[in-house]
């Protein structure tokens, strides 16, 4: 069963951190690019930050470009998504996804099913 697992939301307060997981099970994650997105309520799923399948090459959103750093163990087949400095409008569920190429929503082959990251004081 292809299925990729995210892990490590929670309740934070403003300015604090967090690393998410993404675990993928039944293929090999390292063969393909990975992003992280997010759903807040009432708004769209966006792309946050995307990484090759090498993790050689890597962009983010500007909404949190300079807190949020993306990696890859793909020994473990892994994606990781440390986020610092977290602000109240990080607060939505997080998905990871992977596909061929980094080319955003449309372009991702395998969805998980998200892990809610709540920012609140």
């Known amino acids: 069963q292809l299925q990729l697992v995210e892990s490590g939301g929670g309740l934070v307060q403003p300015g604090g951190s967090l690393r998410l997981s993404c675990v993928a099970s039944?293929?090999?994650?390292?063969?393909?690019?990975t992003g992280w997105f997010r759903q807040a309520p009432g708004k769209e799923r966006e792309e946050i930050s995307c990484?090759?399948?090498?993790?050689?090459?890597?962009h983010y959103s500007d909404s949190v470009k300079g807190r949020f750093t993306i990696s890859r163990d793909n020994a473990k087949n892994t994606v990781y998504l440390q986020m610092n400095s977290l602000k109240l409008e990080d607060t939505a569920v997080y998905y990871c996804?992977?596909?061929?190429?980094?080319?955003?929503?449309?372009?991702?082959?395998?969805w998980g099913k998200g892990t809610l990251v709540n920012v609140s004081s």
């Open positions: 996804a992977a596909g061929v190429y980094c080319l955003g929503r449309a372009g991702m082959d395998y």
């Open positions: 039944g293929f090999t994650l390292g063969n393909y690019a």
């Open positions: 990484i090759t399948s090498s993790g050689g090459h890597t």
